[in-house]
């Protein structure tokens, strides 16, 4: 008993300290939102978290005829640059895609407040939709991001300073794969594989015609917009970078919460080569060579996005995205079986024993961790 006491009294004074610093940054921001709508009553409610440590909050505001106003309301306590970051790339890509309204910021006290687009997302307009309309809502997607692939990239280096997807980003954000996904099944990495798979995948990846990614592109980050339903708004674009011309494509058509059949998939890839051409951009040469470079940067994505599941989970305690990495699997094997018989010979090389070690030491071992789970 004596043991478990200085213990028990030390949990219970870090639990009271989270929660006084918790009810003290909520004083903080209703203290600042009254200031931004003086002489307004306002009503403000907490939104579910994502993977991101920022915090969300609607805020309804009742004027004097009784009409009712909504915005979001953005907590960024702990990650300032990220909200300087969110605001730079708000104005950058406003004059070409729909992305919310600043209203009001502070950007030292970690607050932002922005147009509300509603409640529906992407994904919820897929649900019992018929064949056309599912086909409509991609095709919509599609133009807006042909729309956001049409702002130059050298505006957004010099005047946005977003910053390039290089061989550094690129390669972390495959590591996240060794370091969490691996370890978390029970596999000892190749890392000669390893390191020759990624070096394959980095250099056709930079070759890859250049355009503003959004970097999570997919029916979570799209909304229907409640005040213009023929628009999609756009969020969460605050990590957008200079990268692969498909990058965003790869993550909508192959979206870790939704999945199409394969031939739809390679449907929307003609459509948007097509579109990518009546607007001008630089594209590949045929379809059948973009959805080579969507498979290159898609065993990127994918990997990263294993990694990632595993340590919201380990790490950070959200273990809701577990239930996702099955899809995100199959997408994975697709992709480089795919590359394996389809890609150019540097890649079939790099790949062939890759996929082989694969199938040999990670499927299993994969199969038997979330069968349990």
Known sequence: MTDTMPLNATLNATLNATLN???????????????????????????????????????????????????????????????????????????????????????????????????????????????????????????????????????????????????????????LFSDWFIPYIGVELDNELWNTLKTALIQEILQQPAVIVHRDYHSRNLMQDQADRSRLGVIDFQDAVIGSYTYDLVSLVRDAYVEWPEHQISGWIRDFWQLQQQAALTTADSAEQLENDMNVMGVQRHLKVLGIFIRLSERDGKDRYLADIPKVMRDLILELNWLAEHGNEAMQQALLPFNQWLADQVSPAYQEKFSSL
């Open 21 to 175: 610093d918790k009810n003290n940054r909520q004083q903080q921001l209703e203290n600042w939102l009254q200031q931004v709508f003086a002489d307004q009553k306002f009503v403000l409610d907490s939104l579910p978290g994502d993977a991101s440590a920022r915090q969300y909050h609607r805020i309804q505001l009742a004027d004097k005829n009784d009409a009712t106003a909504r915005y979001i309301v953005m907590d960024s306590a702990d990650e300032q640059d990220a909200l300087q970051q969110f605001i730079n790339v708000a104005k950058l890509m406003a004059p070409a895609i729909n992305v919310p309204t600043l209203v009001a910021q502070d950007v030292a006290k970690g607050f932002l407040v922005l147009q509300d687009f509603g409640t529906i997302e992407f994904a919820h307009l897929l649900v019992d939709a018929t064949p056309e309309q599912i086909n409509d809502h991609y095709q919509l997607a599609m133009q807006t991001l042909v729309a956001l692939q049409t702002v130059p990239v050298e505006t957004a280096k010099i005047q946005y300073q977003l910053p390039d997807y290089d061989t550094t980003l690129l390669n972390r954000e495959m590591d």
